[in-house]
């Protein structure tokens, strides 16, 4: 008896009508499908350069739309910006987890009212922990104004997947110069290292399974903050 | 009709699905069911015509349809509307997924070595049971009584989680419309949105009976459910050794997968157990990651009618220390081979699982998905099943149920204009129907089709014998209803009102009125 991968390949050369490769299952030999050129004859990129007015106000738009919280903050306000948003989601101490690549800066204005716990994958935060914690501070790698869309590639200012994940509120900083405005853009910039674990949030998680009636908030953050800097 | 719980028919098993579960007969008065879970998730229930008939008759299925399919379609035709290249996306969409099928077998190796590279493992199944076998194994061999699962196409084809149980395993669905579905005992009617048949009423009944850790006070306000959802399924994320995912992309440059979704459930699968099993149709692959900017735009505003899905997860292999370490991507034929061996039919594996096709249908609206007998309902599901199940005569099988689903259509080609990948499925529908009757011609001893056409033309090749049998065919005036149409027809005419109605002949033929017409006033010279 064939390997399955042998016979699975073998079946595929016969429905394509590749020489001395058998039969499908159910016995038919296929015709050699014609070449193919693919039309790319759609944007490459947008009519706005990465980081300008129009592409940011399109990317606050969008995700105003989604639920996001978005607030566009000068890089001197951010440690207070961001000391603000995590204050504020205990009655006791909150716990704010942040990727052990972070800019120290970003948590200068916490005080100790708000423990930090960092995570890195040499000291990963059990998923319980993470369950318990009040929210997460991450860095982004790119973010796409025209579909509202955030991508964490896993870099040490973004941290483990898990860590975006679990907490209930995700604090995510997008440099402004880090918008561009079309999807080939944004994957053209990540197929560079296509390797890297990629998560794409356009806001918080969301259902639409009821109705089809949108319900924002699952599984993942129910609340997500970005603080726009630049 | 025995009738399963708010109103849902149940299934009736066929002479192949084997014997029903324990408890299947005489169970109306539970709650949900059981609606038995069929053998072949491919090929259930009566053939559709007798099937859609059943289910025309639910007011509240076609009520809970009727609404779902109109907010998404105008959820979708508002945001395509806003992408200035959408025709240019669906061009290289079509064009890409044509390249992938003539490139299969290099796009496959390329992807096994990739993924192999990074750390992942290969494995290939020819059909279901092995798929399944396959994924038994892993699981037993982590030692897993209960596995994760995200929303998958792939494993409700093969039945997973019916062969899981029987194998002591749980398979615990993440999603909150499979999580719907799973809790009532029932089976998925959508290939997005599995449990579009039920409104919110049922849902939260349905959580109520069966969720076990439901607040006794919840109502039906979406957004309650939903949390409900959450609090239930947090603990199973945070615990879960394995889980079992689809992909909707596999890219064969880089041997990365990609999973895309609203809720998070996916991620959290995906990321926080140790073992991830995947399971993939060879058809999905794309060639190179830069083909995703294409897709990405397609499929988000096709299906769910959003700018972007709320979370898309790519991943390659193993990423030591974030996420899964230990990551087997099963490669599924199941069929697919069939499909792809035919010239016309095999555009159908371009299908990226949209469900766009489904919301525009006029047939699907009004049937629903479970008329289709198959977890791909629809328009998409109608040329997809019967081949799928060709090798066991799904395609113009004399008597086999998929054979009729090429006819649950009215080839109005609205499904063919929402494609963001352009499969033209009316014109494979009528390849299908064509080769049902072909197949019929030749099986038969004598063709009714035939013999009626010669019929016809004997009569139709004499003045005198055409008159006589128009005159003969307002006999049967009488048979229509005071709606002017014949619903029941004796034989051989009942072949046609069996699934349709006849309209009646009008009581007097033209020639007749046209005789009536001009005989009076006569004049003197007309009688000359």
Redesign the interface.
């Known amino acids: 008896m064939t ?3 042998t ?3 073998s ?6 009508g ?1 020489p001395g490769s058998g039969t ?8 050699a ?11 490459a990129a947008g009519e706005h350069v990465a980081g300008s007015p129009e592409v940011l106000e399109q990317l606050v738009d ?1 995700l105003v739309d ?1 639920k996001a919280h978005v607030q566009q903050v000068a890089e001197a306000d951010l440690p207070a910006t961001v000391a603000r948003l995590v204050r504020g989601l205990s009655a006791g101490r909150a716990v704010v987890v942040a990727p052990h690549g972070i800019d120290p800066g970003w948590l200068a204005g916490l005080g100790d009212e708000v423990a930090v716990r960092e995570d ?3 000291s ?1 935060l059990p ?2 922990e993470l ?1 318990a914690v009040d929210a997460v501070l991450t860095a982004a790698r790119v973010a ?1 104004s ?4 955030i991508v964490l590639d ?1 870099q040490p200012d973004q941290g ?3 860590i975006s ?2 907490p209930d509120v995700h604090v995510c900083v997008v440099r402004t110069a880090q918008v561009v405005q079309t ?2 853009e ?3 910039l ?2 560079a290292h ?20 949108r ?1 924002e ?5 129910r609340t997500l903050h970005v603080l726009l800097v630049g | 009709m025995s009738r399963t719980f708010l109103g849902l028919p149940r299934r009736l098993s066929r002479p192949d699905d084997g014997a029903p579960p324990a408890g299947a007969d005489g169970s109306s008065e539970q709650p949900f069911g059981p609606v038995p879970h069929p053998q072949a998730p491919l090929r259930w229930g009566d053939a559709f015509p007798v099937a859609a008939h059943r289910t025309l008759q639910d007011a509240q299925l076609r009520r ?1 349809l009727g ?2 399919t109109q ?2 379609r105008a ?1 979708r035709a508002a945001v395509v509307d806003e992408v ?2 959408w025709e ?2 669906r ?2 969409g079509s ?2 997924k ?2 992938v ?2 490139e ?2 290099e796009l ?2 390329r992807l096994e070595e990739n993924v192999t590279a ?1 750390g992942g493992v290969v ?4 059909d279901a049971a ?1 798929a399944n076998r396959i994924v038994t194994e892993i699981a037993r061999a982590k030692g897993a009584d209960e596995v994760v699962k995200v929303k998958s196409m792939a494993t409700q084809e093969i039945g997973l989680n019916e062969h899981l149980a029987a194998e002591g395993i749980a398979a615990i669905e ?4 499979e999580l ?1 579905v799973q809790l009532a005992d029932d089976m998925p009617s959508h290939i997005l ?1 599995p ?2 048949h039920r ?2 009423t049922e ?1 939260r009944d349905i959580f109520l009976a069966r969720m076990g850790d439901a607040p006794p006070d919840l109502s039906d306000v ?2 309650e ?2 949390m409900a ?2 609090a239930h ?2 603990r199973k ?2 615990s879960a050794k394995v889980a079992v995912s689809g992909a909707n992309f596999g ?1 064969a440059s ?1 041997g ?1 997968l990609a999973v895309v979704e ?4 996916g ?2 699968c ?3 157990p140790e073992t991830l099993v995947t399971v993939m149709g ?1 058809e999905k692959l794309v060639p190179d ?2 083909d ?3 897709f ?2 397609l499929l ?1 505003r096709s299906s ?1 009618g ?12 193993v ?5 899964p370490s230990e990551f087997h991507l099963v ?1 599924l ?1 199941n ?1 697919r ?2 499909v ?4 016309v039919g ?1 555009a159908a594996l371009h299908c990226i699982r949209c469900s766009a096709c489904l919301n525009v249908c006029p047939v699907y609206e009004r049937v629903g998905g479970h008329a289709y007998g198959s977890v791909y309902p629809g328009p998409i599901g109608a040329i997809l099943t019967p081949q799928l199940t ?2 066991t005569g799904g395609v113009s099988g004399h008597g086999d149920v998929n054979a009729a689903l090429p006819y649950a259509s009215t080839l109005c080609g609205a499904c063919y204009e929402v494609c963001p990948v352009k499969i033209d499925i009316p014109s494979i529908l009528v390849d299908l129907r064509a080769r049902e009757v072909d197949a019929d011609r030749s099986r038969n001893g004598v063709d009714p089709w035939a013999a009626a056409m010669k019929a016809a033309s004997w009569v139709m090749s004499d003045g005198g014998r055409f008159g006589l049998a128009g005159r003969a065919a307002t006999l049967a005036h009488g048979l229509g209803g005071r709606d002017g149409v014949i619903s029941v027809a004796p034989p051989p005419a009942s072949a046609w009102t069996r699934t349709r109605d006849l309209p009646a002949p009008p009581s007097q033929t033209f020639r007749q009125w046209w005789a009536k017409e001009h005989e009076t006033p006569r004049t003197p010279e007309e009688e000359r």
Request: net charge neutral; aromatic share 4%; hydrophobic share 40%.
């Open positions: 390997d399955a991968r016979e699975v390949l079946r595929v050369g016969a429905a394509l590749r499908t299952p159910a016995g038919k030999v296929g015709a499908p014609r070449d193919v050129v693919v039309p790319r004859g759609y944007r969008r989604y890195s994958p040499a990963p998923a319980t369950d796409c025209e579909t509202g869309t896993g483990r997947r898990a994940l679990v999807v080939p944004a994957v053209r990540l197929g296509p390797e890297r674990p990629l998560t794409w949030i356009s806001g918080p998680s969301a259902t639409s399974d009821i109705e089809l009636d319900v908030g699952v599984h993942g953050p | 809970n609404h779902a907010v998404i959820k200035p290249d240019a996306l061009d290289a064009a890409l044509e390249r099928m003539a299969l077998p496959l190796q990074r494995h290939w199944a020819r092995e993440t999603d909150l419309a719907i949105v449990a579009i409104n919110r849902i979406p957004r459910l939903a959802a959450r399924l947090r994320f945070l890219v880089t990365t609203s809720e998070g459930n991620r959290m995906l990321t926080l060879i990651f830069e995703l900017e294409v990405m735009q988000p769910t959003e700018r972007m899905n709320p979370y898309t997860s790519l991943w390659t292999g990423t030591p220390g974030d996420g490669l034929d069929g081979t069939d792809l061996a035919d010239e095999r060709a090798s």
